[in-house]
């Protein structure tokens, strides 16, 4: 089935407008059978653009339901069907964000009817909706109203239909749904067996089943949808046609995920991954520390070479930058020692009152070196050993990570229906996994974040 559905709208951003119309017309692939149209109150003012463009003013919609009024009729009414619609991808992204407002996902396999009328009416001058019907002979009544054209659309589908008519109509329209949302070689059953709103890696197979991309999300279904129906570059493309299963792993932390797709990729060399599949290769910079000739200790930045051992490693120049200079301010870092004053004498934060003269030796060492050392420590988790505690695959369950003096261990499940684990309990459900500096970058941010960390 499918319900070919219209919407008017306040404005074109599905984030900041509103619904003011819906219309859904429900198609069983040969003909319209059902029909459902209401005015939608906003609670918001129409813009005077938008009314002079629809029709559509705020005194006829004072009195309409508002949408979650007639969400549940909605819900229902397109229940296993494909939402269609003109440019699907606008009246799709509103009903969701509606939705999203009300605290449900709502999620539809879509058709588009301008990328089904390219395909079946090549040519044409112009496949907008008001020339498509000039075109093709459909009548439009009450354009820019969201039955009128939701009726066009029908008149428009059902036109499609007849012009494949050398193909059953559902399996026409089954094919052309799968080439919107499904690469070529994979089953759809196999994106149906994945639950939304799990947490985890997902994997790509070749025909061979090897492993061609691997990638994480905090809803695994709702990022494939997003790799099938979304991306058009060469890359994807090809990607696409060699997908022939998909296989998943629930972590249920979205840290996990992030560190075990980081470890997958450097142990299988996907052919589609490209970041973090050789860390040499990324342009990784670091926070370093040394004691200059003074005994003052001295921070710097600059790009890593392979022995290199910094404070903390961050993937790109510009956050590398910026901590750095965070950390200057913050502890009140003398710019001589930080590697940004290299002429001599005081530095500039001295002669504007701001540092306490350790460039010209008038702050004593230690009391410098104790505040550096602040500096250090709030960055680095050198020396440092402690668990985090997430989320797990269910709600009896926790995801460990270990992290041994400033060293990644790996990460483990634990089962917190048994009666309180201890430190050593939670360290032996850890499996093995490779420090680098990739999961360094994770961990920090996470840290830096205010995930929740237990000393040991």
Same mark, same amino acid.
């Given at each position: 089935?499918?319900?070919?559905?219209?919407?008017?709208?306040?404005?074109?951003?599905?984030?900041?407008?509103?619904?003011?119309?819906?219309?859904?017309?429900?198609?069983?692939?040969?003909?319209?059978?059902?029909?459902?149209?209401?005015?939608?109150?906003?609670?918001?003012?129409?813009?005077?653009?938008?009314?002079?463009?629809?029709?559509?003013?705020?005194?006829?919609?004072?009195?309409?339901?508002?949408?979650?009024?007639?969400?549940?009729?909605?819900?229902?009414?397109?229940?296993?069907?494909?939402?269609?619609?003109?440019?699907?991808?606008?009246?799709?992204?509103?009903?969701?964000?509606?939705?999203?407002?009300?605290?449900?996902?709502?999620?539809?396999?879509?058709?588009?009817?301008?990328?089904?009328?390219?395909?079946?009416?090549?040519?044409?001058?112009?496949?907008?909706?008001?020339?498509?019907? #000039?075109?093709?002979?459909?009548?439009?009544?009450?354009?820019?109203?969201?039955?009128?054209?939701?009726?066009?659309?029908?008149?428009?589908?059902?036109?499609?239909?007849?012009?494949?008519?050398?193909?059953?109509?559902?399996?026409?329209?089954?094919?052309?749904?799968?080439?919107?949302?499904?690469?070529?070689?994979?089953?759809?059953?196999?994106?149906?067996?994945?639950?939304?709103?799990?947490?985890?890696?997902?994997?790509?197979?070749?025909?061979?089943?090897?492993?061609?991309?691997?990638?994480?999300?905090?809803?695994?279904?709702?990022?494939?949808?997003?790799?099938?129906?979304?991306?058009?570059?060469?890359?994807?493309?090809?990607?696409?046609?060699?997908?022939?299963?998909?296989?998943?792993?629930?972590?249920?932390?979205?840290?996990?995920?992030?560190?075990?797709?980081?470890?997958?990729?450097?142990?299988?060399?996907?052919?589609?991954?490209?970041?973090?599949?050789?860390?040499?290769?990324?342009?990784?910079?670091?926070?370093?520390?040394?004691?200059?000739?003074?005994?003052?200790? #001295?921070?710097?930045?600059?790009?890593?070479?392979?022995?290199?051992?910094?404070?903390?490693?961050?993937?790109?120049?510009?956050?590398?930058?910026?901590?750095?200079?965070?950390?200057?301010?913050?502890?009140?870092?003398?710019?001589?020692?930080?590697?940004?004053?290299?002429?001599?004498?005081?530095?500039?934060?001295?002669?504007?009152?701001?540092?306490?003269?350790?460039?010209?030796?008038?702050?004593?060492?230690?009391?410098?070196?104790?505040?550096?050392?602040?500096?250090?420590?709030?960055?680095?988790?050198?020396?440092?050993?402690?668990?985090?505690?997430?989320?797990?695959?269910?709600?009896?369950?926790?995801?460990?990570?270990?992290?041994?003096?400033?060293?990644?261990?790996?990460?483990?499940?634990?089962?917190?229906?048994?009666?309180?684990?201890?430190?050593?309990?939670?360290?032996?459900?850890?499996?093995?996994?490779?420090?680098?500096?990739?999961?360094?970058?994770?961990?920090?941010?996470?840290?830096?974040?205010?995930?929740?960390?237990?000393?040991?």
């Amino acid at each position: 089935m499918y319900a070919i559905v219209d919407i008017e709208t306040t404005g074109g951003s599905a984030e900041r407008s509103k619904i003011t119309e819906i219309a859904i017309i429900i198609h069983d692939g040969e003909k319209a059978i059902q029909t459902f149209s209401t005015l939608v109150n906003p609670e918001c003012r129409i813009p005077y653009q938008i009314t002079q463009f629809t029709g559509i003013t705020d005194e006829m919609v004072k009195d309409a339901p508002k949408f979650y009024e007639v969400a549940k009729e909605i819900v229902e009414l397109t229940q296993d069907c494909v939402f269609v619609a003109h440019n699907v991808k606008f009246d799709y992204g509103f009903v969701k964000a509606a939705f999203k407002e009300l605290g449900y996902d709502y999620q539809r396999k879509t058709l588009c009817t301008v990328r089904l009328s390219r395909n079946t009416f090549p040519g044409l001058p112009s496949y907008s909706l008001g020339k498509l019907c #000039n075109s093709l002979n459909i009548q439009l009544k009450n354009r820019h109203r969201a039955l009128g054209d939701a009726e066009a659309t029908a008149l428009l589908f059902s036109k499609m239909v007849e012009k494949n008519a050398n193909l059953l109509p559902n399996d026409w329209l089954n094919s052309e749904l799968q080439k919107l949302t499904h690469p070529p070689l994979l089953g759809e059953s196999v994106l149906e067996k994945i639950p939304y709103k799990t947490t985890g890696v997902y994997y790509f197979h070749n025909k061979d089943g090897e492993v061609i991309y691997v990638g994480k999300s905090i809803d695994i279904k709702k990022r494939l949808i997003q790799h099938f129906a979304n991306q058009k570059s060469q890359k994807v493309i090809r990607m696409q046609h060699e997908i022939a299963d998909i296989s998943f792993e629930p972590t249920g932390s979205e840290l996990v995920a992030l560190l075990l797709e980081s470890d997958e990729i450097k142990k299988l060399k996907p052919l589609y991954n490209r970041s973090q599949k050789r860390t040499r290769s990324i342009p990784f910079y670091g926070i370093f520390e040394k004691i200059d000739e003074q005994g003052y200790i #001295n921070l710097y930045t600059k790009k890593l070479q392979e022995d290199d051992e910094p404070i903390l490693t961050i993937d790109n120049l510009v956050e590398a930058k910026n901590t750095y200079y965070k950390l200057i301010e913050k502890y009140n870092l003398c710019l001589s020692k930080a590697d940004i004053h290299k002429t001599g004498g005081a530095c500039f934060n001295y002669q504007i009152h701001i540092c306490n003269g350790a460039c010209i030796n008038k702050e004593s060492v230690e009391m410098y070196n104790d505040r550096a050392s602040k500096a250090i420590e709030s960055i680095s988790f050198k020396h440092q050993s402690f668990l985090i505690v997430d989320k797990g695959k269910h709600q009896h369950e926790k995801a460990v990570i270990y992290i041994d003096k400033g060293v990644y261990k790996g990460f483990g499940f634990i089962d917190m229906r048994e009666s309180n684990p201890t430190i050593e309990d939670m360290k032996d459900c850890i499996k093995k996994y490779s420090h680098n500096k990739d999961i360094q970058t994770i961990l920090y941010r996470f840290v830096k974040n205010g995930i929740k960390k237990i000393a040991i």
